[in-house]
């Protein structure tokens, strides 16, 4: 998010900032429910993985940029990790 508003222009897209604070949320939300073996924390993982997920997709319209290129692919592997982990058994 820094990097996109330093840049400014382009880079502050409304739907782009937004993707990528719901991302920054969730894998926070995410992160804290896996370490306190919440019970609902498959479930955030699934729902993380679908953010990372779109988060990535909103990184990968800006590919011209060495920066947002490597933040999609970040997203994208945030997106599988937190799909392995929502199919792990509870």
């Given at each position: 998010?820094?990097?996109?508003?330093?840049?400014?222009?382009?880079?502050?897209?409304?739907?782009?900032?937004?993707?990528?604070m719901?991302c920054?949320?969730?894998?926070?939300?995410?992160?804290?429910?896996?370490?306190?073996?919440?019970?609902?924390?498959?479930?955030?993982?699934?729902?993380?993985?679908?953010v990372?997920?779109?988060?990535?997709?909103?990184?990968?319209?800006?590919?011209?940029?060495?920066t947002?290129?490597?933040?999609?692919?970040?997203c994208?592997?945030?997106?599988?990790?937190?799909?392995?982990?929502?199919?792990?058994?509870?």
């Amino acid at each position: 998010m820094s990097y996109c508003l330093k840049k400014g222009g382009r880079f502050v897209d409304m739907a782009m900032m937004g993707a990528l604070m719901d991302c920054s949320d969730i894998t926070r939300l995410c992160a804290d429910m896996m370490m306190r073996q919440s019970p609902m924390a498959m479930d955030m993982a699934r729902m993380c993985a679908q953010v990372a997920t779109k988060c990535a997709e909103a990184c990968m319209t800006m590919t011209d940029d060495a920066t947002m290129k490597r933040c999609a692919e970040k997203c994208k592997a945030c997106a599988e990790a937190c799909k392995a982990m929502a199919a792990m058994p509870a």
